[in-house]
Antibody, heavy 113, light 112 residues
């Protein structure tokens, strides 16, 4: 059974760095890419980036300067790191294997001054 | 970036009636492989998105055949032949041909 679960800080101060972890079970991170998608309150979905099975990455150009996606295959974990947070980064952050239609439940992150 | 223009913004449909959602892309979604990476997803209230259709018209496992997808190049449509109560939520198109991936702005389906 495939599971993807995001864990994060809940509340982050403006200008600080966000770190969210996606823990995967039921498939290998070396076989499929893992995406990060976020959704601001009451808004639509925004694709953030992907780490492919070979470890390479692609990012949303609008976030590229602030965003990093990495992984630890031994722990089946994927990491999202984003710096210089602003209040409009407040959102639910999802990890997903879109190819297989596996999604986490999402983690709400509030950015506050 | 590819812009996905999704219409209508909202839709109110009676049970048993059909529904249709349009998604137009700012450039062709035919990839170098010849495949068209256009997906439709449904996000029910309080839930994560779930894919209904991939590669324009292929139904995901467990998705009833009341749902169908069609289209080509830049013009795509999701149709529900007979709306049921469980279909309420926000529908999104998602293109996976060009990076960055981009979503439509969503269509909220309400039951009349």
């Amino acid at each position: 059974q495939v599971q993807m679960k995001e864990t994060g800080p809940g509340l982050v101060q403006t200008t600080q760095t966000l770190s969210v972890t996606c823990t995967v079970s039921g498939f290998s991170l070396t076989s499929y890419g893992v995406h990060w998608v976020r959704q601001a309150p009451g808004k639509g979905l925004e694709w953030m980036g992907i780490i492919w099975g070979d470890g390479s990455t692609n990012y949303n150009s609008a976030l590229k300067s602030r965003l990093s996606i990495s992984r630890d295959t031994s722990k089946s974990q994927v990491f999202l790191t984003m710096n210089s947070l602003q209040t409009d980064d407040t959102a639910v952050y999802y990890c997903a294997s879109i190819t297989n239609d596996y999604w986490g439940q999402g983690v709400m992150v509030t950015v506050s001054s | 970036d590819v812009v996905m223009t999704q219409t209508p913004v909202s839709l109110s449909v009676a049970i048993g009636q059909p529904a249709s959602i349009s998604c137009k892309s700012s450039q062709s979604l035919v990839g170098t492989s010849g495949k068209t990476y256009l997906n439709w997803l449904l996000q029910r209230p309080g839930q994560s998105p779930k894919r209904l259709i991939y590669l324009v018209s292929k139904l995901d496992s467990g998705i009833p055949d009341r749902f169908s997808g069609s289209g080509s190049e830049t013009d795509f449509t999701l149709k529900i032949s007979r709306v049921e109560a469980d279909d309420l939520g926000v529908y999104y198109c998602l293109q996976g041909t060009h990076f960055p991936l981009t979503f439509g702005s969503g269509t909220k389906l309400e039951i009349k």
